[in-house]
């Protein structure tokens, strides 16, 4: 489904902080249009999801701006801010005895009424969502009985039946096999051809080279690096920023597909008397 909604997100000169625990984010200033998928990629610590929540305005910054499609992001009431901006957390459980389609359907709450329930439309866009990602079938399984895979993509269908112009997703394929996590990477990849504005953090940098137009390296707090994957995504780079060797190639594709050649990451094995990891 086309976007109709604008898709951006300008961040400006953003720091946060705990207490006296330090800066966890300092001076990033960056931009998300429509049609891209952003990737930003760091070690553990260096600050994505922290990004993220003064992204969804679940932390307030000490400095800086956080503009939502031309608003600033304090200026937005709660259901203006979720009919702009879906979110699919790394994790979540629910006490409640819902389904899958019932947390699917959730995503319709910022378009409907104060008192008003879901209708039928709303359950049919709900289970077309489910479809879209090849689990339609659990809609009538308890949620709480899900694999953490399974849980994983019911809220990013819960994210699409929002109908939000920018989603924010936190590792949306970490507790995903290998089949759904290439199904999900598709489905993200057709929602920014669509004109939507797309966030994720990643552990997996050749999830940038082969499905984002665009790359965020963040170390300490800092962005290091902002570009196309093509330029940002290198092997000298991911070999600075992880502490490991990491070597990236091209990898030929049959023919018949869009593009000729994909772009890949691969470590270097290191030699048996060499320590693996920087300390």
């Not at 389609?101 to 489910?130: C, K, N, S, W, Y």
């Not at 999830?207 to 000298?236: C, F, K, Q, W």
Request: glycine residues 10%; hydrophobic residues 40%.
């Amino acid at each position: 489904m086309a976007v109709s909604d604008p898709a951006d997100v300008e961040v400006t000169g953003l720091s946060f902080g705990y207490g006296r625990g330090g800066h966890r984010i300092t001076d990033v200033s960056l931009s998300v249009r429509s049609t891209e998928v952003c990737c930003l990629l760091g070690p553990n610590g260096a600050g994505k999801t922290t990004l993220l929540r003064c992204l969804l305005g679940l932390l307030r910054p000490e400095r800086g701006t956080v503009r939502i499609t031309g608003r600033d992001i304090g200026t937005l009431a709660p259901r203006e801010l979720a009919r702009r901006v879906a979110y699919v957390p790394q994790s979540t459980s629910s006490p409640f005895p819902f389904t899958a389609l019932d947390i699917a359907v959730m995503g319709r709450t910022p378009h409907l009424g104060m008192l008003e329930a879901p209708g039928a439309a709303d359950r049919r866009g709900a289970l077309a969502q489910l479809d879209r990602l090849g689990i339609a079938h659990l809609a009538d399984r308890s949620f709480a009985a899900l694999s953490g895979g399974e849980r994983q993509l019911v809220l990013l269908a819960r994210a699409l039946v929002q109908q939000a112009a920018i989603l924010i997703l936190d590792e949306p394929t970490a507790a995903l096999d290998y089949g759904n996590e290439v199904r999900t990477l598709h489905v993200v990849a057709e929602l920014a051809r669509e004109g939507h504005a797309v966030i994720m953090t990643t552990h997996q940098p050749s999830h940038a080279l082969t499905y984002s137009n665009r790359a965020v390296l963040m170390r300490g707090g800092v962005v290091i690096a902002d570009g196309h994957p093509d330029d940002v995504v290198t092997g000298e780079r991911l070999s600075d920023l992880y502490g490991v060797p990491v070597h990236v190639t091209g990898v030929t594709l049959p023919p018949g597909h869009d593009r000729r050649e994909v772009r890949t990451c691969v470590p270097i094995p290191a030699p048996r008397s060499a320590p693996l990891l920087r300390r």
